[in-house]
């Protein structure tokens, strides 16, 4: 970490109440160092003084609450992944060539240019998810944005399954009615990783934003 050469004393919040950060202060009392720090629980009064409405803010819940998203974003990165990968086959499990064969050359290539930026997206998900957890939890502008789009985008989707796509064309079998419902339950789960996302960049209630 780089730090500004005319830094000469720090000082560091931390939860009094918990060891381990008192174990923490007796190890880097011990160490070597370029400045001064000072250790300020942030129970005490002088916390409040140097950093008004710290007193709000829990950082246990912060902890929870961000393994729980860190871990959420795991599985629905994968999950994306699978999907992407599933979606290989939709072409031929739903006979699009036949299909589209009655359509002009134009609307036919676009109906596939449309179908590859789809599925494009759906691999930068999965990716952005995978690889990318820490600067979507970030609490920054951009991962703000980020995240309301990605809620958009899987809302509209879970939104479609009901009332946009007439699936009445799809054999009524136990495979298909199994993956019908495994679909519903992915679109539901990524509209509620990307909405709580959204929360936590937010600073919605709950979610321990800076004050």
Known sequence: MD???????????DDGRFGMCCRLHEWIHHQPRAFAIAFIPSQAAEAERVFPGIGTL??????V??????????????SLAALAVASLWIPAALGWREKLAGLT???????????????GSHVFFAVLALGFGDWLLGRSPAATAMSAFLLLWWSVRLALQFVGLDLGEIADTPPNRIAKHLLTLLFVGLATLFGALLAWNAGWPGTGGTP
């Open 3 to 13: 730090l500004d050469p005319e830094i000469d004393f720090i000082e560091v919040f």
């Open 105 to 119: 050359p134009l609307m036919r290539g676009m109906w596939w240019t449309y179908s590859g930026y789809v599925w």
């Open 65 to 78: 609450v961000r393994e729980l998203l860190q871990l959420g974003l795991q599985v629905g990165g994968w």
């Open 58 to 63: 829990d950082p246990a819940r912060e902890m």
